[in-house]
């Protein structure tokens, strides 16, 4: 058997205490003791943060400190009086960001790890962590996945996924958009239809009700102009809302069609937002932050200019009362 040597062993050491620093980042957690409630699992774009391939200087600090990375934009919701746990996209991350949810309300012995998993749409940032349920990990069984129509036939027919269902692991749940899902007699769950590439299913939002309070949470969707929907409304209707800020500006992918990838920037929703009352914005949390996007970083003018205008960007670890 090869042994290794000194420097190796410090070698995994230093990354083993890298990785938890990663598992760890954020606020430190702590549940409230009754109240259902919200915890964010993660905060960026679909490839995470660092981003496989990156040279830039926007991802070398945290490919050499991974404790300064951040998972896949993910939400949980608990509800401690029943020990009952829901997962809001299913990431690239999910072994990680189960794991943190583990901190929290600890699984149950002889029970499903999840009472259930909500997905928004089929980009891989938010479906792909269901492989982590099969066979060749946790073999999970008929692990309930609410999925709107497109995203269950998407599932239903394409492998690895198809070998879930054929194989019960999963045990796919109809979402209708605009339909309540009641989780228990505290907390329902409503999807409603967003614009966005669908070139695998269609794409929805949730707003997430519990007995006190209605949280908003759209991670992806393309400009607010598109929709028919009036954002300002939804952001007033809510408690919390936790929005698509993959991109600051346009100035970030050099090189790149911007028009293609034509989600709402910062700076835009910004400006819409600041007719809205220092209460209204102070709502309003970005989410799915891409590894480009400055505002993704604690200290700089990008993030400065989102607090300066009354609004926050989404810290992982962070708990809201439901």
Known sequence: MRVATRNQAYAC?????????????????????QSPYLVVL????DGGYPHAGCRRACCQP????????????SLAVV??????????????????????????????????PLDGIFLTHAHIGHYSGLTQLGR???????MPVFAMPLM?????????????????????RPLVADRTVRLNERIQITPFLVPHRDEFSETVGFWINGPQHKVLFIPDIDKWERWNQSIEKMVVQ??????????FDEHELPGRDISKIPHPFIVESMKRFAGLADSQR?????????????????????????????????????????
Request: overall charge positive; hydrophobic content about 40%; aromatic content about 8%.
């Open 13 to 33: 050491l230093a990354w083993s205490l890298s990785l938890l620093g990663l598992l760890l980042s954020g606020p430190v957690l702590s549940a409230p003791p």
């Open 42 to 45: 993660g905060i960026a774009q």
């Open 62 to 73: 945290a490919f050499e400190h991974p404790g300064r990375g951040r998972f896949v934009s």
């Open 79 to 112: 509800d401690p009086v029943t020990q009952q746990r829901w997962l809001l996209d299913c990431t690239p991350d999910f072994r990680f960001q189960l794991s943190k949810l583990g901190q929290l309300v600890p699984a149950v012995r002889d029970k499903p």
């Open 136 to 142: 060749e990990v946790m073999g999970t069984r008929e």
């Open 152 to 172: 269950t036939q998407f599932l239903r027919t394409h492998g690895p996924w198809s070998q879930l269902v054929e194989l019960n692991n999963i045990q796919l």
């Open 238 to 247: 809510s408690d919390r809302a936790y929005l698509d800020g993959t991109f």
């Open 282 to 322: 102070q709502k309003v949390h970005f989410i799915h932050l891409n590894h480009t996007n400055p505002a993704l970083r604690k200290g700089t003018p990008a993030r400065k200019q989102v607090q300066r205008a009354g609004m926050s960007v989404a810290q992982q670890g962070e708990i809201f009362g439901l």
